[in-house]
């Protein structure tokens, strides 16, 4: 089992900054992709961005030069720092990480969501 805990979210005035993050923990042998997704209210969810095990990123065209995501492997963490924030970036902002656990001698392969943390951006 994996549980990923985020934290970070809030109400933020439109331009205003905010950072997210993601801690994983579990029985865990190894983290590929982490990465961050959204849902608004009657939306489907969403890709914002995701970073894989090397530190290659990849950014939804409605983010890109605003968030910026990064990953601290020591703290088996993924970060999501936001910047000139939007009400359109107004969501629920989810935390998701695929790799392997081992456990029990037996490795497995592992594609997990955190609970998620709520971005408000209003005046």
């Known amino acids: 089992q994996v549980q990923l805990v985020e934290s970070g979210g809030g109400l933020v005035q439109p331009g205003g900054s905010l950072r997210l993050s993601c801690a994983a923990s579990?029985?865990?042998?190894?983290?590929?992709?982490m990465g961050w997704y959204r849902q608004a209210p009657g939306k489907q969810r969403e890709l914002v961005a995701t970073?894989?095990?090397?530190?290659?990123?990849n950014y939804a065209d409605s983010v890109k030069g605003r968030f910026t995501i990064s990953r601290d492997d020591a703290k088996i963490t993924v970060y999501l720092q936001m910047i000139s924030l939007k009400p359109e970036d107004t969501a629920v902002y989810y935390c998701?990480?695929?790799?392997?656990?081992?456990?029990?001698?037996?490795?497995?392969?592992?594609?997990?969501w955190g609970q998620g943390t709520q971005v408000t951006v209003s005046s």
């Open positions: 579990g029985s865990i042998h190894s983290i590929n992709t």
């Open positions: 970073i894989t095990s090397g530190g290659n990123t």
């Open positions: 998701n990480a695929g790799g392997t656990l081992y456990s029990s001698s037996h490795y497995s392969t592992f594609n997990s």
